[in-house]
Structure formats: structure tokens, C-alpha cells
């Protein structure tokens, strides 16, 4: 699917959402800005240091997402750690060199954000945005987006707009646009899936049995 990958919600599912006219129209908003943003992005490179993949990437990225930084930052050559609020729900951010592969991160990231009292965990290698729930059992998966992609085609801005603004991260799981509702819905979209399929391979299955025994019956008869 264009710009998204990831398992914290069914891929077929985020796109069902972000086809919602509400979702596509905030979507729609968000766009010019984060197309002017990928445009001073491209100027990133793997020599790029990492003040200004913060200064020039990360930061303001952070305020188009609405998120802001609340705490001290801590910079190093291939690291910044920085602890941000999203609506008062405490997101803490990683950002890493331009394109480094981030699969390897998740265990780092959510120790720190837990020692944060952090509820989300963000990580930013200047291409990619990935989203980590650091507070449930299910945070080794992810939500993530090629932010060139997003700042291209609208419905993977949608789909940025929908799971890592400050409004869906900030809002509780009862509020029917947080990203807690929509890993709710999703996981449940997800079973109901499992089961349309199950019932449907049975379903099959019992017609390949009938076929194969009226072939049989058919086969004796002929004999």
C-alpha cells in the first residue's frame, strides 16, 4: 500500500479508513505543509549531521503533527532523544542518521519511553516516521509512513494525519479517532477477516469432498 507499512493496524484496514470522507478531508489540510516540509527534507542525506536532521526535519515535522517537545533534549552523533506532548499524553521521539534501518530500535525505544512514563514512541531516520505503543503488550509492532510518499499522494498524507497527529495519539481509547480505538477496531476487523476466511476455506473444502465422492459413486457405476 502506498507510504504505509506496518503491523500495529491491519494495512488493509488503514486504507478503509483513510477512504472515510472526514479522514481524507483532514488529510487534504495537512498536504501543502507537508509537501513544503519534503521539500527542505530532500536536501538530507547520509552525511547530513544529526542537529539538522533535528533542527530541519524532525522538529518541524513534530509541529505540522501537532506535537510538541516538553523536556530537555539529549543529542549525540547518531542519536537524539527527545520528550514531547501530544494533547498531554507523553510521546517520546527517536531520531536516528538518514535512513538508517529502524527494526532494530523497537526494544531501545520502548525502554526508554517507559522510563519516561511515555505512552507512544516515535522514530524518525529523516525518510520514514515509525509509530511504537510503549505501553501494551503488542508494541513490537508498528505503524510507519515514507514521508515522501505521504507529502506526494494524498491518501498516505491521510494516513499520516490519521494515526500520528497529537489528536490521534493524545485522544483516550474511547474517542472513536484515537489511534487506541483504531488498533481496537482494527484487530477486530482483522478476526472478523480470519473468520470469513476459515468459514469460507470449510465451505470450500466440503464442496471438493462432495465432487470428490460423486466421482467416486460415478467411477463404481461405470465399472
Known sequence: MSGYHGRLLA?????????????REEGLCLQPALRAWASRARGFG????MRALVDVGLLPLLVLLGIEPSGPEELAAEQAWHVCQARGVTVMS???????PMDGLSGQAIARAARSGAVWSLLFNGTHLR??????VYSRRHAEIDLERAADDA?????????????????????????LALTRESEDFSSGVCRALRH????ASG???QALAARTRAAHLAS
Open 94 to 100: 527517536l531520531t536516528v542518521p538518514w535512513g538508517s
Open 207 to 209: 464442496e471438493v469432498l
Open 200 to 203: 469460507g476455506v470449510l465451505d
Open 46 to 49: 547520509p552525511a547530513s549531521p
Open 155 to 179: 491518501l498516505a498524507t491521510t494516513m499520516l494525519r490519521m494515526l500520528f497527529h497529537a489528536d490521534a495519539l493524545g485522544l483516550p481509547d474511547t474517542a472513536a479517532d484515537s489511534v
Open 131 to 136: 509509530l511504537l505503543h510503549a505501553s501494551r
Open 11 to 23: 494495512a488493509s484496514f488503514v486504507l478503509a479508513c483513510a477512504e472515510r470522507p472526514r479522514m
